[in-house]
């Protein structure tokens, strides 16, 4: 088997969303999914997923369509994880109606041979001790890891996800999870205590407003792109996320400079997944259309 240098772990959902633009129904949702296609568009990924008893498999072809590997995919007698939310006008929060775990809580931290090399990994949102086991399975500390999490995960793993943060290299969170991990109500002062863990960078998101990277030095900010039309924004931080590894690993340039590329892609990229339900835009677009994008960005932000 040939070796896999990117390696993204995370959930493959089935989504049932309602905006106030309209709404879908069990749709292909997780942020190993929507990771994995972002990420792809400049690399090929491998996921580290796992899907129930009741999962669509016909809908796994976007995937393999897409160039990413499914060699550690696995399968659970049980029902597929689930997520059912609402978002109202402003569509930087999700409001959770039911989730069910299911599969999801089986997914086991375990990868073939040809993988355990990889340098480039991205962990999703997943039960914070095994984001922790996952990054022990790599036979050398890893260049880039980007370490996610959510509210749930803090509330009730705040040890475990300290820890997880502290063992990745890039953690990245948005702007209401990094005030409370570090019970503060300054995000920039978040963004610090992030760097006290060892981490070189810290990116922390504002939703439609961008995001901010912090380093020991400087702290770079980045505007979000003015959509016209935003249908969904469901998946737009896993997009991100997967876009910033991908770039990172095809450029393998962590300088500061290329960082901000790197962030100002990223958010390219994310802004396109919010323009329609589940990850039917983001599978559509081409590293010409991210470039595009990219060039008004520049624009937006130029005085």
Known sequence: MAKINVVIAGSIGLDT???????SENEIGGSGTFSSIACSIFTRPALLGIIGNDFPREKLSVLESKGVDLSALQESEKSNMRWKAHYDFDVNTAHTDSFEANAFADLKPELPENMLGAEFISLGNWFPEKQIQFLKLFKKKPLVSIGDTIQYYIDNYRPQVMEMIRESSMPLLNDGEARQLFNTNNFSKAGKEILKLNSKYA???KGDNGCVMFSHKKHFSCPGYPLDNVVDPTGCGDSFAGALLGYLAKTRDLSEKNM??????ASAVASFNAESYSYYKLAEITRKDVSERVKELKEIAKF
Not at 17 to 23: A, L
Not at 260 to 265: D, E, L, S
């Open 203 to 205: 990116i922390i998101k």
């Open 260 to 265: 901000r590329k790197a962030i100002v892609v």
């Open 17 to 23: 969303v309602k905006t106030p633009f309209g709404s």
